[in-house]
Nanobody, 122 residues
Framework: QVELVESGGGLVQAGGSLRLACSYT??????????AGWHRQAPGQQREMVAR???????GDVDPSKGRFTIPTDNAKNTVYLQMNSLKPEDTGVYYC??????????????WGQGTQVTVSS
């Protein structure tokens, strides 16, 4: 019922910007996007959250990007983005889109994108 497709990864120089996209398709005629988050897994490191959006804004998660990353949304295109500014080499990793979506049939469930590689060079 739900599919996430990520795009926008690539190679960027330190200090530059990059925008990742996570397009979601839902077969249900009605759904609620409760949460949209982005996680990064660097080589040899644990996966960590870098940004999160919540419908009601009630989340206690700490943003490790310290304001450099934001999550713009475009509901008309069924897409959430990760806008990354002032990129640093330590931002390198595979980025995964994560959503929590409610539908009448499934209630609330978590879904993950396939991952997209971001490499930041000095």
């Amino acid at each position: 019922q739900v599919e996430l497709v990520e795009s926008g990864g690539g190679l960027v120089q330190a200090g530059g910007s990059l925008r990742l996209a996570c397009s979601y398709t839902v077969t249900s005629s009605w759904f609620i996007l409760n949460i949209a988050g982005w996680h990064r897994q660097a080589p040899g490191q644990q996966r960590e959250m870098v940004a999160r959006y919540t419908k009601d804004g009630r989340t206690g998660d700490v943003d490790p990007s310290k304001g450099r990353f934001t999550i713009p949304t475009d509901n008309a295109k069924n897409t959430v983005y990760l806008q990354m500014n002032s990129l640093k080499p330590e931002d390198t990793g595979v980025y995964y889109c994560n959503t929590n979506i409610w539908t009448p049939a499934t209630e609330s469930r978590d879904y993950w994108g396939q991952g997209t590689q971001v490499t930041v060079s000095s």
